[in-house]
């Protein structure tokens, strides 16, 4: 049988952390077994959807590489893949299931099921209400009035009978057939609510398995129930356990230290590669191993290494992870990523730049992102007049103690042939030996001087990725502001 899966957003927003790493499992598993991965946007939340959050599901699938091989703007045998362009084929199975007579028309008002509701609690208490439509075995409503389509759910044919599931992560689940109710299939406006057009896409669409988060538990034996009552076949399940916070809470806008909108990870630097394989980490599992290419995750992803308990995000774990992959590219590839978080600081550098390619390499040592290889890149391309020096180091290392080391360092590197590493070592060293100097009295007020920083690649190593005419400059500019301070 061919793997068919599906990921189905709903455009109200952005695209959230967590349900990427659904959609990464399904995408995994169909790219593994040759099979075809759907994208369904669901944008029948009429008053939330907007087109510019369809755009940002779409922009966000493609950074991260997740190509689909049906859905919008790609298209496919079983389309349309918005569901507000399906609203006739929902209309029709409702009527199926009318006909068939596992679904009924509801002519009962908004008062008449709040007082059945407070009937129940005034005797039972809050706990348990099942609506009992009137309509239930009637059809003699007139269907030019307002009503809704409910499914018939049938009544236990004996005491403690249960419907369930075999699910590829929580093993067999099972809910209690009395706790079901007669749920609503169409709204009064003739939109599918989310079971109902969940079951109708997922069996049209011909998806064999279907994954979600474990907040959807409860409602699978209402699109089970679909299933049954028209002898369908059922898709396999995977319900995947929430990812939590830092502070184990469930995910949202508020929580601290964890961006869960996917579009500002690539605004903010990250690789797709090392978001989507810590993603994959984050409930599954493959021995001890935790860095793994998408070609890896491909062959080795499987369910039955997918935990049952939450995830809890690790911001540190990310940054490991971010930072391994980042390394792992070479620097021409580094190079042309890099440009345009360079150019948001100002900066116009080509990819081919020689200085550039020649930076990376030392730099991205300790580099977690982008953003952060941008930043760190930045002082070798920042025009001297214009270098932002960091106050705390500033005020430490250029002080007028240090002015007149800095100004036989910039004699230094101004006569040194040849102008290179091993060059510039000999000469500091002997020069630092005779004067009775140690390190300390030399390498950080000219590391400060040299970037604005306290933190930089090796000394001699900055010197001459500068170059020469750079590196003099800039540490007599440095003896200067040394000097100057009173």
Known sequence: MTVRVRFAPSPTGYLHIG???TALYAWLWARQRGGQFVLRIEDTDVERNTDDAVQVILDAMRWLGLDWDEGPEVGGPHGPYFQSQRLDLYRAWADKLVEAGHAYRCFATKEEIQAQREAYEKEHGSKGFRFRSPWRDRTDGDRTQPHVVRFKTPEPREPGEKIGWDDLVYGRVEYPLDQQQDFVLLRHNGLPLYNFG?????????????????????????QLMLYDALGLPRPQLAHLPMVLDDRGKKLSKRSKDVGVAVLDYRDAGYLPDGLLNYLARLGWSHGDEEIFT???????????????????????KLAHVQGTHLRRLDDADLGERVVPFLRQRGLEVAPNDPRLLAAIAPVKLRAT???????DLDYFFRDDDALEYDEKGKRKFLKPEFAGNLERLAAIVESAEPFDEATLEAATTGWMEEAGLAMKHVAQPARVAL??????????ETIVLLGRERAVARLRRGAALAQAVA
């Open 294 to 316: 998408r070609e890896e995750l491909i062959a080795k992803f499987d369910w039955a290494n997918v935990g049952k308990t939450a995830s809890r995000w690790d911001k540190k």
């Open 198 to 222: 969940c079951f109708v896409d997922d069996h049209t669409m011909g998806i064999t398995l279907v994954t979600r988060g474990d907040d959807h538990l409860v409602n699978t034996p209402m």
């Open 451 to 460: 970037t604005g920083r306290t933190r930089s690649p090796g000394l001699f």
């Open 19 to 21: 349900g990427v790493r």
């Open 369 to 375: 992102t982008l953003a952060d290889l941008a930043a």
